[in-house]
């Protein structure tokens, strides 16, 4: 196996770097939603990696994808989401799944952050259980009618278009389940942004949906094929999010060997201390490991092989390593690391989100296990790969 980078896919992830220590480190601490900000990554291509050239990409990959991802996580996790939603879970899920229209309308203005987009799953009473997804879509024979809420929208208050998870019958349970494409600027669209621990840089909306409107052509797949839809968007929205938690993991440790580096005690540098260099030792470790499995993750989807069973791992992984990296850093900061001078206490509040986003910790154990014990494979033959869309000009 060769674990080198591509002389492209380096590339990438250079100008990615320079852009996150120019652009994003100087105003990292205003922790809030910076619309210039994501305008300017639209316009470096950092959303459009996995995207054909006729789609406003580069069609470096999702390997690139996940490096780039890496690097602007490591300045500010909060804007790793944009990558979502700028790229995988909502305009990778149209060029998969969507029509012609659909297609030629919505995905360029999303990957050049023309126009922002959003991916609404959770529901009060649906989270992990998308299923038991209560928003109501109703055929109308020339349109479609949908009436319900969505909770935990990351990008929702934003978002121009928005890809919609309902049921025309919640009885049939996922059989019942239609993914569609909605554009928010219409009466019956109405958000509520939603205060959080971090992230602060990505804003997250409750949304009310009454009488919203989308023509037929916004169909996503077959109507009442929405969980097949959701499962392929979840499976990519899974190297983003992995690679977002690799690269606070990254900052983390960054950050405490920085400072095991400067801080004096006993009359020595703390980087002396037998436990200081074990702790350092340990995030090493779990940083390295994460970014193996995230990057074996990306290269499978690149290689258009199956890859739920190893973006699962990668995302569980990944995100428990984020976690156990940023107490750690607070450890080796001490006192300093409850300041609000110091980014690790940012740290330690970006870092819980990715045990719950894109698939909480536990659905990953669960979905692990099964595969393991021979209750339920979770890697299953695909129906669309990425060298389908590599070539379209």
Not at 1 to 21: G, P, Y
Not at 61 to 84: K, M, P, Q, W, Y
Not at 172 to 190: F, I, M, N, Y
Request: charged share 25%.
């Amino acid at each position: 196996m060769n674990f080198d980078l591509s002389e492209e896919t380096a590339a990438m992830q250079e100008t990615a770097r320079r852009f996150a220590l120019r652009e994003v480190a100087p105003r990292v601490k205003e922790e809030s939603f910076k619309r210039d900000l994501v305008s300017q990554m639209g316009e470096l291509g950092l959303f459009g990696c996995a995207f054909p050239a006729r789609y406003g990409g580069t069609g470096a990959g999702f390997l690139a994808h996940a490096v780039v991802c890496e690097e602007i996580s490591r300045v500010d996790s909060g804007l790793r989401s944009l990558f979502n939603i700028q790229a995988m879970t909502v305009p990778y899920t149209i060029m998969e799944w969507g029509t012609e229209p659909a297609k030629g309308k919505y995905i360029q203005a999303l990957v050049t952050a023309e126009k922002l987009g959003c991916t609404c799953f959770s529901e009060p009473n649906a989270g992990s259980d998308l299923a038991a997804i209560e928003t109501r879509i109703e055929d109308k024979g020339d349109h479609y009618l949908i009436n319900g809420a969505k909770t935990w929208i990351s990008n929702g208050s934003m978002a121009d278009f928005a890809i919609v998870y309902g049921t025309f019958d919640p009885g049939l349970r996922h059989k019942g389940l239609c993914a569609v494409v909605v554009e928010t600027d219409q009466p019956g669209w109405s958000t509520r942004e939603t205060p959080k621990l971090g992230d602060k840089s990505s804003p997250i909306a409750e949304i009310t949906l009454e009488d919203v409107r989308a023509p037929k052509e916004n169909l996503l797949g077959q109507w009442g094929g929405g969980f097949t839809v959701a499962m392929t968007a979840l499976d990519r929205g899974r190297i983003s999010v992995s690679s977002g938690a690799l690269g606070l993991a990254q900052a983390c440790l960054d950050a405490a060997v920085l400072y095991a580096n400067q801080r004096v005690q006993f009359d020595k540098l703390i980087r002396e201390f037998q436990l200081v260099k074990g702790t350092i030792a340990e995030m090493v470790a779990q940083v390295e490991a994460a970014r193996y499995l995230v990057r074996r993750a990306a290269w499978l989807n690149d290689q258009d092989r199956p890859f739920t069973r190893e973006v699962a791992v990668a995302k569980y992984f990944a995100g428990e390593a984020a976690v156990k990296a940023a107490g750690m850093a607070m450890e080796i900061h001490g006192g300093m690391g409850y300041s609000l001078e110091m980014p690790v206490e940012r740290y330690y509040r970006d870092s819980k989100l990715y045990q719950v986003g894109e698939g909480t910790a536990n659905i990953m154990r669960l979905l692990i296990a099964d595969d393991a014990l021979g209750i339920k494979k979770a890697n299953r033959p695909r129906l669309h790969v990425p060298s389908q869309f590599r070539d379209l000009e």
